[in-house]
């Protein structure tokens, strides 16, 4: 079993959830989620009145009261947070833990930038499907996968930063490392896409995604983050920690299955998910 938990499921969210998730109950990898549309462009902004920056910058306050603890269990972080610029944000990540005196071992992925290559692909206008021409966008990003994740831990990294990979990329990649999955262990990677889909947006799927909130969940204004608890052939227990607030129940979960979905097949980098075959029950409390 691989407990894969998550503490961001947006840039400037709660800051103390790292902290959280390490602290409150036992997680083998900790991911976070800090790239919506918008973020893009915030971080365009950012890096366009400082060629250093271009990456979610909160990641660093997150991380730098926890990174001795990360380093000393030997906890795997999986981010996004390096939005634009991947490798400045684990420079960032190698300066503070020398400036922390942690020893621990930081890798990036990159590739998704395709801002240089905008002419030669002919991309569209989302709006009006007519070519962009002379046009420069601001940003252009493709969406990576899971597998550049997957050999920097297999290679020994602890602390992983990407750029623009897929929201359940940043659960595939670490489960594939774990369990050994191929390219074309299909239900294990699509087991663990649903699994990747459900906490990606962190207290969503403890109650923050639920119409019925009011009602069934508990300490609403603080949720637990969630925790999924993967096994070797793609299944999944999804959970949280003890004592912390929010519920996990087939409900709050569904209401995130069907977050940001267009149909059943959910297509993504590394497998496409048929959702029509998920099935949901009831394992106990939360």
Same mark, same amino acid.
């Given at each position: 079993?691989?407990?894969?938990?998550?503490?961001?499921?947006?840039? %400037?969210?709660?800051?103390?959830?790292?902290?959280?998730v390490l602290n409150d109950?036992?997680?083998?990898?900790? !991911?976070?989620?800090?790239?919506?549309?918008? !973020?893009?462009?915030?971080?365009?902004?950012?890096?366009?009145?400082?060629? $250093?920056?271009?990456?979610?910058?909160?990641f660093l306050r997150q991380? #730098?009261?926890?990174?001795?603890?990360?380093? =000393?269990?030997? !906890?795997?972080?999986?981010?996004?947070?390096?939005?634009?610029?991947?490798?400045?944000?684990?420079?960032?990540?190698?300066?503070?833990?020398?400036?922390?005196?942690?020893?621990?071992?930081?890798?990036?992925?990159?590739?998704?930038?395709?801002?240089?290559?905008?002419?030669?692909? =002919?991309?569209?206008?989302?709006?009006?499907?007519?070519?962009?021409?002379?046009?420069? *966008?601001?940003?252009?990003?493709?969406?990576?996968?899971?597998?550049?994740?997957?050999?920097?831990?297999?290679?020994?990294?602890?602390?992983?930063?990407?750029?623009?990979?897929?929201?359940?990329?940043?659960?595939?990649? *670490?489960?594939?490392?774990?369990?050994? +999955?191929?390219?074309?262990? +299909?239900?294990?990677?699509?087991?663990?896409?649903?699994?990747?889909?459900?906490?990606?947006?962190? $207290?969503?799927? $403890?109650? %923050?995604?639920?119409?019925? +909130?009011?009602?069934?969940?508990?300490?609403?204004?603080?949720? %637990?983050?969630?925790?999924?608890?993967?096994?070797? =052939? %793609?299944?999944?227990?999804?959970?949280?920690?003890?004592?912390?607030?929010?519920?996990?129940?087939?409900?709050?979960?569904?209401?995130?299955?069907?977050? #940001?979905?267009?149909? *059943?097949?959910?297509?993504?980098? =590394?497998?496409?998910?048929?959702?029509?075959?998920?099935?949901?029950?009831?394992?106990?409390?939360?």
């Amino acid at each position: 079993m691989l407990r894969i938990a998550n503490c961001s499921g947006f840039y %400037g969210d709660r800051l103390t959830a790292l902290s959280e998730v390490l602290n409150d109950g036992p997680v083998d990898v900790v !991911t976070g989620d800090y790239l919506a549309e918008l !973020t893009m462009l915030i971080l365009f902004r950012s890096r366009l009145k400082d060629p $250093t920056k271009g990456y979610a910058s909160t990641f660093l306050r997150q991380l #730098e009261g926890v990174l001795g603890t990360v380093a =000393d269990r030997g !906890t795997q972080v999986v981010v996004n947070a390096g939005g634009l610029a991947p490798a400045a944000c684990a420079d960032a990540v190698r300066a503070l833990a020398e400036r922390l005196g942690v020893a621990v071992p930081v890798a990036h992925v990159e590739g998704d930038d395709l801002l240089p290559r905008v002419g030669e692909l =002919d991309l569209p206008h989302l709006d009006t499907g007519e070519p962009l021409g002379g046009r420069q *966008p601001l940003t252009a990003n493709a969406y990576l996968g899971a597998w550049g994740i997957a050999r920097a831990l297999q290679q020994g990294a602890q602390v992983v930063v990407t750029g623009r990979v897929t929201d359940a990329s940043l659960v595939v990649g *670490p489960a594939a490392a774990r369990f050994g +999955w191929a390219r074309d262990d +299909w239900d294990a990677l699509a087991g663990a896409v649903v699994a990747g889909h459900v906490i990606e947006c962190g $207290t969503q799927a $403890t109650g %923050g995604n639920y119409a019925f +909130w009011q009602d069934e969940v508990a300490q609403p204004l603080r949720m %637990g983050f969630p925790v999924a608890e993967l096994h070797e =052939d %793609g299944s999944c227990v999804v959970t949280k920690h003890p004592g912390t607030g929010g519920a996990v129940t087939v409900g709050t979960v569904t209401a995130q299955l069907l977050y #940001e979905i267009g149909g *059943p097949l959910y297509a993504g980098p =590394d497998v496409v998910a048929d959702f029509s075959t998920i099935r949901l029950s009831d394992d106990g409390p939360d």
